[in-house]
T-cell receptor
C-alpha cells in the first residue's frame, strides 16, 4: 500500500528555472514531512522538513509548501542549478507512533541542464 | 564524525549463494533501518531495530532474508539463498532518539549494490 504518492517521476529543467515536485499522502495521522536528496552512488540525505502546523518552510533555494486539507505537500527548487541534479524523495511519518517509521514516495529524478 | 558505514559497497554473486551485508550505525544512534532500492519499487523498508531489538520486519520479502543486530554498533542483513530478483542497492540508516519528541533525521550509508547472476 503506497501511502505517499510522488510526481512527476522525472523532471528536466533549465538552469535558473523552478523545479516543482508534488506529493500526496493518505494517512491523516502523519505529522512530519521530510524531503531527502540523493546523488548517484550515495545514500539519501535530509534536505528540508516541515510539520503540518505551518504552510510553508524555506531554506535557501528550497521551499516546502504544505496543504493540510488537501493532504498534499510540494518541494520547490528556485533558481535550479546543475548541482541540484539528483533524485528527490518526499516522506511522511507519525512522530509519536510506536516505531514511527518513515514512508517514502517513489522519488523524482531531477536533471538541471546548464 | 564517521557516518553510517556499509560493506561491501559492491557484491556480485551467483544465484543460490549466501550474501551478507554489514552495517555500522553512527555511534549514539539507537534506531537502525535496512532499506532496499530498485528502479521499479523505489525505497522499501525491510526491517528496523530500536535498541538492537527488531521492531517491524513486515517488509522482509521472504524467509530467505534475515537481519540481526547483536549490539549497538553492528547489524547484518543476510540473503540465503540469493536470487537474481534480489539485485538492488541495500541501504542501512540510523537515527538518534531525541528526548521525548523524536523528529529524528535518518542518516543513510552509501549503500551496498548487490548483483545476483
Amino acid at each position: 500500500q503506497q501511502q505517499v504518492k510522488q510526481s512527476p517521476q522525472s523532471l528536466i529543467v533549465q538552469k535558473g528555472g523552478i523545479s516543482i515536485i508534488n506529493c500526496a499522502y493518505e494517512n491523516t495521522a502523519f505529522d512530519y514531512f521530510p524531503w531527502y536528496q540523493q546523488f548517484p552512488g550515495k545514500g539519501p540525505a535530509l534536505l528540508i522538513a516541515i510539520r503540518p502546523d505551518v504552510s510553508e518552510k524555506k531554506e535557501g533555494r528550497f521551499t516546502i509548501s504544505f496543504n493540510k486539507s488537501a493532504k498534499q505537500f510540494s518541494l520547490h527548487i528556485m533558481d535550479s542549478q546543475p548541482g541540484d541534479s539528483a533524485t528527490y524523495f518526499c516522506a511522511a511519518r507519525r512522530i509519536k507512533a510506536a516505531g514511527n517509521k518513515l514512508t517514502f514516495g517513489g522519488g523524482t529524478r531531477v536533471l538541471v541542464k546548464p | 564524525d564517521a557516518g553510517v558505514i556499509q560493506s561491501p559497497r559492491h557484491e556480485v554473486t551467483e544465484m543460490g549463494q549466501e550474501v551478507t551485508l554489514r552495517c555500522k550505525p553512527i555511534s549514539g544512534h539507537n534506531s537502525l533501518f535496512w532499506y532496499r532500492q530498485t528502479m521499479m519499487r523505489g525505497l522499501e523498508l525491510l526491517i528496523y531495530f530500536n535498541n538492537n531489538v527488531p521492531i517491524d520486519d513486515s517488509g522482509m520479502p521472504e524467509d530467505r532474508f534475515s537481519a540481526k543486530m547483536p549490539n549497538a554498533s553492528f547489524s547484518t542483513l543476510k540473503i540465503q539463498p540469493s536470487e537474481p530478483r534480489d539485485s538492488a542497492v541495500y541501504f542501512c540508516a540510523s537515527r538518534r532518539r531525541d528526548r521525548g519528541f523524536n523528529t529524528g533525521e535518518l542518516f543513510f550509508g552509501e549503500g551496498s549494490r548487490l548483483t545476483v547472476l
